[in-house]
């Protein structure tokens, strides 16, 4: 029986990444590969569900079983090598890990003093989001935002996750695109969006934006992105340093109903006034 690890988002995205290989490689289910193995039915389960830290043999005879070649192998080996560190830093256009560990969560809170979250912001908004920040080439812009409204989906499950998003004024106040942009933005906030909390222009408070996903069965994670790279972070201490931190928006944040009267003010301003409010980004 294989020992099981505790499971970070990145070994469970390689996990699900392996188990993928197998259905479209082969028509083998776990058990009938494992049999072919000659392992333990659960060594491919806890592989395939990131909570195994396969060794280089456990991995050369799993793909070679599947028909992958030496260089398929070296990719995985290479990738598994990190898989169960507590700090995981990757490529900030590399968006599959943060996608499944976004997906899997029971409970989202989110806090950015800059920007809407991701999983509120309308196609327009992104898109000018984008363009403003200059380190996505142009043309993959409309594949980047799909990516972004793509992963609003999990909103729509049965099964979503709880969510909780704290929004600084300052991400109101500052024109992303057009005033009709801003609009349905605000609207989409108001109308659309999980329960938004929004942080007053006046609270003293100094932060960087981050993101902490739970679950039912792993630890939770601790995500923060910039420009240049995605952090996924599990070490307990930095854990709980975003608790803490969301302990304190929770104190200066305003509640849900005032957040609300805020967010309707701001879809009632006079188009003129959406012209010249804040600085324009975009």
Wanted: charge should be negative; proline fraction near 5%; aromatic fraction near 10%.
């Amino acid at each position: 029986m294989a020992t099981s690890t505790p499971s970070t988002a990145y070994s469970r995205d390689l996990g699900d990444e392996l188990r993928k290989v197998r259905e479209t490689s082969s028509e083998l289910t776990g058990a009938a590969l494992a049999v072919r193995l000659g392992w333990d039915p659960s060594k491919v389960s806890t592989l395939e569900n990131g909570k195994y830290r396969p060794s280089e043999i456990d991995l050369v005879q799993y793909l070679s079983m599947l028909g992958k070649d030496i260089d398929f192998f070296e990719d995985f080996k290479r990738r598994f090598r990190y898989a169960f560190e507590e700090y995981i830093v990757q490529v900030s256009d590399n968006l599959r890990t943060l996608a499944m560990a976004e997906s899997t969560a029971t409970m989202i809170t989110s806090y950015d003093p800059q920007a809407v979250p991701g999983l509120s912001q309308t196609p327009e908004y992104a898109d000018s989001l984008y363009r403003m920040g200059g380190y996505i080439v142009e043309e993959r812009i409309p594949t980047v935002v799909k990516f972004r409204m793509d992963r609003q989906a999990i909103l729509n499950r049965h099964n979503r996750p709880s969510c909780l998003f704290y929004i600084h004024e300052h991400a109101l106040q500052t024109q992303v695109g057009d005033a009709q942009t801003m609009e349905d933005q605000y609207a989409k906030l108001l109308f659309g969006a999980p329960t938004i909390r929004i942080v007053p222009a006046t609270a003293k408070l100094v932060a960087t934006s981050c993101v902490l996903w739970e679950y039912h069965k792993a630890m939770p994670v601790a995500f923060t992105s910039t420009d240049l790279a995605k952090v996924f972070v599990q070490d307990p201490g930095a854990i709980a340093r975003t608790r803490l931190l969301f302990d304190r928006l929770a104190e200066v944040a305003l509640d849900e109903e005032q957040s609300r009267k805020v967010l309707a003010d701001y879809v009632g301003r006079p188009r003129e006034e959406l012209n010249e409010r804040g600085p324009r980004l975009a």
